[in-house]
């Protein structure tokens, strides 16, 4: 399980590339958000490739 504190920094981090999203319902063009270059996610350990989610619990949830 990821760690809070690492979650937490991750959405602060994450907001100038999510804030773009909600251009299109800002009338002003001089309020939009400009989506930063680069990955977002950086080093987050648990969303690299070769992060090992092994020892994670299987949870099965049910659809609508």
């Known amino acids: ?9 991750t959405a602060k981090i994450l907001k100038p590339w999510i804030l773009p999203s909600g251009n299109d319902f800002i009338s002003d063009p001089a309020k939009h958000h400009v989506r930063p270059a680069g990955n977002p996610v950086g080093d987050v350990k648990y969303v ?17």
């Open 1 to 9: 399980c990821p760690d809070l504190g690492e979650a937490n920094f």
């Open 48 to 64: 690299q490739k070769t992060f090992d989610d092994s020892a994670w619990d299987t949870i099965d949830l049910p659809h609508d």
